[in-house]
């Protein structure tokens, strides 16, 4: 199975934020799925992909993110 690897993302505060986040993660190579839970915060990406992309990724779209486990 493909790994999957979750993050605390900061900043999101509607669905439109949750989709900007979701197609952020889509769009970098690797990534075979993302949702985030707006309740949360928490994104869940599956694929093989260095964390350090996703946060670089989510830094630009403008939310934060840390790695969690
Ligand atoms: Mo809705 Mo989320 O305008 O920034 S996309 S609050």
């Given at each position: 199975d493909l790994p999957v690897q979750r993050l605390q993302v900061a900043g999101a505060t509607c669905g439109g934020c949750v989709k900007s986040?979701?197609?952020?993660?889509?769009?970098?190579?690797?990534v075979m799925d993302a949702q985030m839970d707006l309740a949360s915060g928490i994104a869940s990406i599956i694929g093989t992909v260095q964390p350090n992309d996703l946060i670089e990724t989510l830094e630009r779209a403008?939310?934060?993110?840390?790695?969690v486990n």
């Open positions: 986040i979701e197609q952020a993660l889509l769009s970098v190579t690797g403008g939310f934060p993110a840390v790695v």
